[in-house]
């Protein structure tokens, strides 16, 4: 029998997110009761410019106010769509001690903060929920932490954010340079108008950080995760990827250490063979690799932003919290019991592709390759071209430390044959 008194809901952000999902909660209204059980009402919607105008979006729910809307005590479900540090990790914390469980989409801050925003859900007896922050409409964190809650994840690969992935892939497919690539980007609203959290990968690290403290069972921060940007790539270095093989792809990688103490996250470019299948992931959209002792490997792929994909995921975490709240529990909080040390990131251990401006002389491959020696990196190939004197050497590398070949490069630039280090990228997927 379905409950007739309705559970209130109160929307934090009403911009192109917070619209869909307050257009969908409308339209939806009955699918979501009978899914939930009881009715969901949206009580109150905080937003800061209350004058503008909202297709769909019951003005008189509307105030700037929003500390207190989540203080009224009658609101349920607090759902949180403004992204950033300060004020939602206050809105947030006063929700939950006026008894609200929050359904989130703020990466920044769960990356951030997600240790003392769990254990001030779980000392209120309520919900924190956050499918929306890290890819959008895939759903991939209630997979790790509920699917896979009796497996052991070894290893998270994938590209998370769109905004990158679109212009490595018109750079790849066009021929484009990155800045034509960003430009086209913005042109078509998959960039901002302040790119920086996408194109540095701030946005893709503080994704991985919520993947590796779910997959691995120990708190990492975006604090923890390494970071490199698409800024760097050109089509240079596309085109020697194609001569590879490969394609360039902004990849976000958390894995479990050897040892089986430690793990790593890292987010930077890289170069993957056209035979795996993130190689095939285009434009905006995103797609990660699970890799699990007993399940395998596993692929999530679908659009990872956007108003009605990232809509979906939390509509899908809010049915998941006001179905909690009907049966008068809490679902899964965090879980870190494994406290695996996070090691930085000279550690890690894969390949190289380094492309250097040498003097086209007699000797200087062998130099060059001493260099290698000297560091313990091992070379698997070697590709020379050059004329009137100048010359380009693309060296890439077995599997090495981060630190071997950062020490290795150091040295190289020290060689007065060496005019230069054009790019670094690593090769990864293989």
């Known amino acids: 029998m379905m409950r007739t008194r309705p559970l209130k809901v109160a929307l934090l952000g009403c911009g192109v997110v917070g619209s869909e999902v307050a257009r969908i909660?409308?339209?939806?209204?009955?699918?979501?009761?009978?899914?939930?059980?009881?009715?969901?009402?949206?009580?109150?919607?905080?937003?800061?410019?209350?004058?503008?105008?909202?297709?769909?979006?019951?003005?008189?729910?509307?105030?700037?106010?929003?500390?207190?809307?989540?203080?009224?005590?009658?609101?349920?479900?607090?759902?949180?769509?403004?992204?950033?540090?300060?004020?939602a990790r206050s809105l947030i914390t006063t929700a939950f001690e006026h008894g609200a469980s929050v359904v989130s989409a703020n990466k920044a801050l769960l990356a951030a903060d997600g240790a003392a925003l769990?254990?001030?859900?779980?000392?209120?007896?309520?919900?924190?929920?956050?499918?929306?922050?890290?890819?959008?409409?895939?759903?991939?964190?209630?997979?790790?932490?509920?699917?896979?809650?009796?497996?052991?994840?070894?290893?998270?690969?994938?590209?998370?954010?769109?905004?990158?992935?679109?212009?490595?892939?018109?750079?790849?497919?066009?021929?484009?340079?990155?800045?034509?690539?960003?430009?086209?980007?913005?042109?078509?609203?998959?960039?901002?108008?302040?790119?920086?959290?996408d194109v540095e990968g701030f946005d893709a690290a503080a994704k991985a950080a919520i993947l590796a403290g779910i997959a691995f069972h120990s708190r990492v921060t975006i604090d923890d995760v390494h970071r490199e940007g698409i800024t760097e790539v050109t089509a240079a270095d596309i085109a020697s990827a194609k001569r590879m093989g490969c394609t360039v792809k902004l990849l976000a990688i958390c894995e479990r250490g050897a040892d089986g103490r430690s793990v790593t996250a890292r987010v930077h470019p890289a170069m993957i063979p056209l035979t795996h299948p993130l190689a095939s992931v285009r434009e905006a959209y995103n797609a990660v690799f699970v890799e699990a002792a007993a399940a395998g490997r596993?692929?999530?792929?679908?659009?990872?932003?956007?108003?009605?994909?990232?809509?979906?995921?939390?509509?899908?975490?809010?049915?998941?919290?006001?179905?909690?709240?009907l049966a008068s529990t809490t679902g899964p909080g965090e879980s870190a019991y494994a406290q695996l040390t996070v090691r930085p990131m000279g550690d890690v251990v894969t390949r190289y592709h380094i492309s250097l401006d040498v003097a086209d002389k007699p000797g200087v491959l062998a130099q060059v390759a001493?260099?290698?020696?000297?560091?313990?990196?091992?070379?698997?190939?070697?590709?020379?071209?050059?004329?009137?004197?100048?010359?380009?050497?693309?060296?890439?590398?077995?599997?090495?430390?981060?630190?071997?070949?950062?020490?290795?490069?150091?040295?190289?630039?020290?060689?007065?044959?060496?005019?230069?280090?054009?790019?670094?990228?690593?090769?990864?997927g293989e």
Do not use: W
């Not at 503008?52 to 809307?69: F, I, K, M, N, S």
């Not at 998270?156 to 497919?173: E, Q, S």
């Not at 078509?188 to 959290?197: F, K, V």
């Not at 999530?300 to 809010?318: I, N, Q």
């Open 298 to 325: 596993l692929m999530f792929y679908g659009p990872g932003a956007g108003g009605s994909p990232t809509a979906s995921a939390v509509l899908g975490d809010l049915v998941a919290t006001c179905r909690n709240k």
């Open 370 to 428: 001493t260099v290698f020696a000297e560091h313990q990196v091992s070379i698997d190939t070697v590709r020379q071209q050059g004329k009137d004197g100048e010359a380009s050497l693309v060296v890439v590398t077995h599997r090495a430390p981060d630190a071997a070949l950062a020490a290795t490069v150091e040295a190289l630039r020290k060689l007065d044959t060496v005019r230069g280090v054009a790019s670094i990228m690593r090769v990864e």
């Open 25 to 87: 909660m409308t339209t939806h209204a009955d699918d979501l009761a009978a899914r939930i059980g009881a009715p969901v009402e949206l009580a109150g919607i905080a937003v800061r410019r209350p004058n503008r105008v909202r297709a769909g979006v019951p003005v008189e729910l509307l105030t700037t106010d929003a500390t207190a809307l989540v203080k009224r005590g009658d609101i349920d479900v607090v759902v949180e769509v403004i992204g950033g540090i300060e004020p």
């Open 118 to 197: 769990h254990a001030a859900a779980v000392e209120q007896g309520v919900d924190l929920y956050y499918e929306a922050a890290v890819a959008g409409a895939i759903p991939l964190i209630r997979p790790l932490r509920e699917s896979l809650a009796g497996d052991r994840v070894d290893r998270v690969l994938g590209i998370v954010n769109g905004t990158t992935n679109f212009i490595l892939d018109k750079m790849d497919t066009t021929g484009a340079g990155y800045s034509e690539a960003l430009d086209e980007a913005t042109a078509l609203g998959y960039a901002e108008a302040d790119p920086t959290a």
